[in-house]
């Protein structure tokens, strides 16, 4: 998620769950060619199992995007074709593209090329369609069209994007959430893997739906929640977590952030990722007042965050 999902998010995912495979933000094929490589691609081995999420619509440059990543330890290179923004739209690509079934075929299959066979796997983020498409009509062809160009691996945001007339908030709630709909795509094609996402806010749920899909995905119920990975490993993975509580994975990111305090960043751009934390249990506001009154200010460190949990009663048990 754009401006969410960055690597010091990451790293303070993993002190949460060593198994989940997380993403990185959307970052342009232009802007793999024409700018900072190294910079836009930062990571850690740490965050593995990891993936790049790429945005384009030129098959060239896709080509050349993957050509440059592909060696860089990623497990997978994800080409969104949901993003609804008017900036993605702009450039044609994210859900713009699924106006266009053949130059998403041109684009995955220079993709593949670059990838090779030893390369990362090349996945499709999609939506069930746009705007005034009937997405019973054209979702399975559009399916099919991935699957024809050895697209195997699609996550589904199980709405339509209306790209006309509703903000990126608003198309991330407004469009029904229509379930049935994937279910049926992994029924007509049940070689491929299909993991859906929309709407999925609690571990129960995620559950469920392996029953009918391959996988999910979650976005802002892990990010703003951050707990919710806490019991990621167990359910899932049965494995178990690299910690135990919220307060112990905290402690477990700290070198992390003094790592990065001492390289001149802002404590502000580590602590926006932890306010969600603590969530629904006593001291909770004051903890994320703490957090975002005091992060901001100069000089400031770990002790900001000290003085937070300080908030939190028992906290070593939470």
Same mark, same amino acid.
């Given at each position: 998620?754009?401006?969410?999902?960055?690597?010091?998010?990451?790293?303070?995912?993993?002190?949460?769950?060593?198994?989940?495979?997380?993403?990185?933000?959307?970052?342009?094929?232009?802007?793999?060619?024409?700018?900072?490589?190294?910079?836009?691609?930062?990571?850690? %081995?740490?965050?593995?199992?990891?993936?790049?999420?790429?945005?384009?619509? *030129?098959?060239?440059?896709?080509?050349?995007?993957?050509?440059?990543?592909?060696?860089?330890?990623?497990?997978?290179?994800?080409?969104?074709?949901?993003?609804?923004?008017?900036?993605?739209?702009?450039?044609?690509?994210?859900?713009?593209?699924?106006?266009?079934?053949?130059?998403?075929?041109?684009?995955?299959?220079?993709?593949?090329?670059? $990838?090779?066979?030893?390369?990362?796997?090349?996945?499709?983020?999609?939506?069930?369609?746009?705007?005034?498409?009937?997405?019973?009509?054209?979702?399975?062809?559009?399916?099919?069209?991935?699957?024809?160009?050895?697209?195997?691996?699609?996550?589904?945001?199980?709405?339509?994007?209306?790209?006309?007339?509703?903000?990126?908030?608003? *198309?991330?709630?407004?469009?029904?959430?229509?379930?049935?709909? !994937?279910?049926?795509?992994?029924?007509?094609?049940?070689?491929?893997?299909? !993991?859906?996402?929309?709407?999925?806010?609690?571990?129960?749920?995620?559950?469920?739906?392996?029953?009918?899909?391959?996988? /999910?995905? /979650?976005?802002? $119920?892990?990010?703003?929640?951050?707990?919710?990975?806490?019991?990621?490993?167990?359910?899932?993975?049965?494995?178990?977590? %690299? *910690?135990?509580?919220?307060?112990?994975?905290?402690?477990?990111?700290?070198?992390? /952030?003094?790592?990065?305090?001492?390289?001149?960043?802002?404590?502000?751009?580590?602590?926006?990722?932890?306010?969600?934390?603590?969530?629904?249990?006593?001291?909770?506001?004051?903890?994320?007042?703490?957090?975002?009154?005091?992060?901001?200010?100069?000089?400031?460190?770990?002790? !900001?965050?000290?003085?937070?949990?300080?908030?939190? %009663?028992?906290?070593?048990?939470?």
């Amino acid at each position: 998620m754009m401006e969410w999902t960055d690597r010091h998010w990451r790293m303070f995912a993993r002190t949460l769950t060593q198994k989940a495979l997380l993403y990185t933000e959307m970052v342009t094929a232009q802007a793999l060619i024409h700018g900072n490589l190294e910079r836009l691609t930062a990571h850690s %081995p740490a965050e593995y199992p990891l993936a790049l999420q790429l945005g384009g619509s *030129n098959p060239d440059e896709l080509f050349a995007a993957t050509n440059l990543v592909k060696h860089l330890g990623f497990d997978e290179i994800n080409l969104n074709l949901g993003c609804p923004s008017d900036r993605v739209q702009a450039g044609c690509f994210g859900a713009a593209l699924m106006a266009d079934p053949n130059r998403v075929s041109e684009c995955f299959q220079a993709m593949l090329n670059a $990838a090779g066979t030893k390369g990362p796997k090349i996945t499709a983020k999609i939506r069930l369609g746009i705007d005034e498409q009937i997405p019973e009509d054209t979702l399975p062809e559009f399916i099919n069209v991935l699957n024809s160009s050895n697209i195997k691996h699609v996550i589904i945001h199980a709405r339509k994007a209306i790209l006309g007339g509703l903000s990126p908030k608003q *198309n991330r709630d407004i469009p029904p959430l229509n379930y049935e709909l !994937v279910y049926l795509m992994k029924t007509q094609f049940p070689k491929m893997e299909i !993991v859906l996402n929309g709407g999925l806010t609690s571990l129960g749920q995620c559950l469920e739906q392996l029953t009918r899909v391959d996988g /999910v995905m /979650v976005g802002r $119920a892990a990010y703003q929640t951050p707990q919710l990975l806490l019991s990621v490993d167990r359910e899932f993975f049965q494995s178990e977590p %690299p *910690n135990q509580t919220a307060y112990e994975a905290l402690l477990a990111y700290r070198p992390y /952030v003094e790592s990065i305090l001492a390289e001149g960043f802002p404590l502000k751009h580590l602590t926006r990722h932890l306010v969600g934390l603590y969530h629904q249990v006593p001291g909770a506001r004051q903890y994320r007042r703490i957090l975002s009154e005091r992060a901001h200010l100069p000089d400031a460190d770990w002790a !900001v965050v000290e003085d937070a949990l300080a908030a939190i %009663p028992n906290v070593e048990t939470v």
